[in-house]
């Protein structure tokens, strides 16, 4: 797979205004086939497939916890999605 050049850099406003919704696809897709996805495995989506310049990994506990917090605002009662962003050695 081909990286896009980076149009976004990884900045807290950039996380939060153009990694959430491409972050929530994937994490749905996760949960619908029953598996996990590591950090490293969204780092990498996101730089490659969002155009993102390099994610430092402790970043993506950002883009979870933002995505939860989303999430939480519409129904303060919906499945912890960020719990399917894993370590690599928890898989």
């Given amino acids: 797979m081909d990286k896009k050049p ?3 850099a990884a900045t807290n ?3 939060t205004e153009y990694a959430l919704k491409p972050a929530m ?3 749905i897709a996760t949960a619908l086939d029953g ?5 490293g495995e ?3 989506r996101l730089e ?9 990994a402790t970043r ?5 916890g933002s995505l939860m917090s989303k999430i939480q605002e ?3 009662h919906a499945p912890l999605i960020n719990v399917l962003v894993v370590n690599q050695q928890d898989l």
């Fill in 6 to 8: 980076a149009q976004y």
């Fill in 13 to 15: 406003e950039n996380l």
């Fill in 25 to 27: 696809k994937w994490l």
């Fill in 35 to 39: 598996s996990k996805m590591t950090y």
């Fill in 42 to 44: 969204l780092k990498k």
């Fill in 48 to 56: 490659n497939e969002a155009s993102f310049s390099t994610i430092f």
């Fill in 60 to 64: 993506i506990g950002f883009v979870a």
């Fill in 74 to 76: 519409t129904d303060p």
